[in-house]
């Protein structure tokens, strides 16, 4: 009677362990793949933010800003140009004066406008006060000198417990050195990596 008490007893305690090992196995590709998910919307989204930071820098200085101190000050204290023609110069029968007014528009204006947060611009989300890599260069292509920007930062920056390679058993394409970024130091591209 007591060896088939201990026996059910035994029993039972390693259903217990067997369920909870089935338990573990399952719930944890689950958790990988929302928290990846909640995770990389995340920094897609801070990275939106960033590529319409360096477009109205771009459109204030005509060039790309190469740090994040130097986007933060230029959208602070620059200021768009506004150029309005009066007459088209283009037209050769044209008999009126062509008149040019000039007037300019502070950019904090337009960064307000866009609900963008410039004090924390280049923090990365989930990334313990990590910032986002920042290269602005000029290039030749294709016979043109052009200004070219690249914000990214790898996925193990932001993804916590699960930046280890192991993984990558529950999605193929994960890599936690692959990075996720907008831009291309090579071409005058502003597509991002997840597009």
């Not at 204006?109 to 609900?115: A, E, I, Q």
Request: charged share 25%.
């Amino acid at each position: 009677m007591k060896k088939r008490v201990i026996f059910n007893a035994l029993m039972f305690l390693l259903i217990l362990f067997l369920g909870y090992i089935l338990y573990v196995q399952i719930q944890e590709p689950i958790a990988f793949q929302g928290e990846k998910a909640r995770r990389e919307l995340a920094v897609v989204d801070k990275l939106i933010e960033i590529r319409k930071a360096q477009e109205a820098y771009r459109g204030v200085y005509g060039k790309f800003a190469s740090n994040f101190g130097e986007l933060k000050s230029g959208l602070e204290n620059g200021k768009f140009t506004i150029i309005q023609v009066y007459g088209d110069p283009d037209d050769p029968t044209n008999t009126e004066a062509v008149r040019y007014d000039t007037t300019y528009k502070a950019a904090i204006d337009s960064v307000r406008t866009m609900g963008l947060n410039l004090d924390e611009i280049g923090l990365v989300p989930f990334g313990n006060g990590a910032e986002f890599e920042i290269h602005a260069d000029t290039t030749t292509y294709q016979s043109a000198l052009v200004d070219v920007v690249e914000v990214g930062i790898p996925y193990g920056a932001f993804m916590g417990k699960f930046a280890d390679p192991k993984f990558k058993k529950y999605d193929e394409r994960f890599d936690p050195t692959k990075r996720i970024k907008f831009g291309d130091l090579n071409k005058p591209i502003l597509t991002g990596s997840w597009e």
